[in-house]
């Protein structure tokens, strides 16, 4: 779930993302066929600067959130309206937290390149299990029957969410092409978000068939680059869904705000590159 994986120190904290970033979206870069939705900004919330967001869901009131970097991971409840951290666990160290999602009574966290994951009591946040799995593990989202999780790859690996055993793929492709790099998730009304890394872009994802739909192309939202700490990595990561009131919130790593966002009708791709439509309205605040 990236923000991660090419630093000379750490390989989550590479300098040079922003120039392997059209090597490694062939597919988002060619995608000139599907459509485009931008987004207006209906309300803006208080965000953590120092969480560095690799999940996001919101439940009941509240948004649940998991922040990485080895010895700051973490899973914590937030009060949306203030930003406050109501309640915080440390993901158990040395591993590097990922994608979080909500199973009955649980909080299921992926870890990045540990090949584990924990379990959680929803209600206090302590762990009190964990499960093992091959490759990395980047984010989680339910589809209300299973649990859908990604890799870093354009595969999304449907879990069994009681087992959490890998029971099927979806296959995910952009204008026919693979298309990698698949971050941050969430189930909206049917259709599969994946914030892709390193864009300012999420896809929207038809589970039944694995291709890309639609583009939510968010250029403009996010803080100025000289105001974030690492503005090669503090980019665009977290969606949540309020189902019972159709609202879209959005966030990204070590940023000052959640958006809450509705989204603008699409038109056809004329230019490649995911910074092809800049069709959003940034915040009057900014």
Not at 77 to 96: C, H, M, N
Not at 121 to 150: Q, V
Not at 207 to 233: K, Q
């Amino acid at each position: 779930m990236p923000m991660r994986r090419l630093t000379w120190d750490h390989p989550r904290m590479n300098r040079i993302t922003f120039a392997m970033a059209g090597l490694l979206l062939p597919g988002l870069t060619m995608a000139a066929s599907i459509p485009v939705q931008g987004y207006t900004v209906v309300h803006a919330f208080p965000h953590d600067p120092k969480a560095y967001t690799e999940g996001l869901f919101y439940l009941d009131g509240y948004l649940y959130e998991a922040t990485g970097t080895v010895g700051a991971s973490s899973v914590r409840k937030v009060d949306l309206a203030s930003g406050k951290v109501l309640q915080q666990s440390a993901t158990p160290w040395p591993d590097y937290g990922e994608g979080i999602v909500a199973w009955k009574d649980r909080l299921v966290q992926l870890t990045w390149q540990d090949h584990e994951g924990f379990v959680y009591d929803l209600a206090t946040l302590t762990p009190h299990a964990k499960f093992a799995y091959p490759g990395e593990g980047w984010s989680l989202t339910t589809d209300g029957t299973h649990l859908l999780m990604s890799d870093g790859t354009p595969t999304i690996r449907i879990l069994d969410p009681d087992s959490l055993q890998q029971v099927g793929r979806i296959d995910v492709t952009a204008d026919g092409k693979p298309l990698a790099n698949l971050n941050e998730l969430e189930w909206v009304q049917g259709e599969l978000y994946a914030n892709v890394w390193l864009t300012d872009r999420i896809a929207r994802i038809d589970p039944a068939s694995g291709r890309v739909i639609g583009w939510i192309d968010l250029a403009g939202l996010g803080p100025a680059p000289e105001t974030l700490e690492d503005p090669a990595n503090d980019v665009l990561n977290g969606i949540a869904y309020d189902a019972a009131h159709d609202r879209l919130f959005v966030t990204g790593k070590r940023w000052p705000r959640v958006y809450e966002i509705r989204l603008v009708p699409a038109h056809r791709d004329t230019a490649a590159g995911p910074a092809a439509a800049k069709a959003g309205s940034p915040p009057a605040s900014r």
